[in-house]
């Protein structure tokens, strides 16, 4: 669980009704971030959708999203792309829960 204080301040950028929500778009705009701050992530990965559109262009958000929608640049397998999502995402959301 992130910190209230940090939803808080997130509310400034994400003024959804319910904190839950506004914890959740914390940790979208920290993946995209986190991401697209990796040289081969940012490669290999193109962020589509309605996330997208809304995260990109439209300030405040028109509508709440709950996933962002990654689509590969190239053909390929994904191996490589999974673990280095992993080694990106994990120290700070944690192991997943199986």
């Known amino acids: 669980m992130i910190p209230i204080a ?3 301040q997130w509310r400034q950028v994400a003024p959804w009704p319910d904190d ?10 920290r993946t995209i971030v ?10 290999q990965l193109a962020f589509r959708g309605g ?22 640049t190239a053909k390929g397998g994904i191996k490589e792309i999974i673990d280095v999502l ?9 192991q997943p829960k199986t």
């Open 86 to 94: 992993r080694d990106c995402l994990e120290p700070w959301l944690g």
């Open 34 to 43: 986190e991401i697209f701050s990796n040289p081969f992530l940012s490669e």
């Open 51 to 72: 996330t997208a559109l809304h995260k990109l262009f439209f300030t405040p958000a028109a509508r709440y999203s709950e996933d962002i929608d990654l689509v590969r």
């Open 6 to 8: 940090y939803i808080t």
């Open 20 to 29: 839950m929500q506004v914890e959740q778009d914390l940790i979208l705009s």
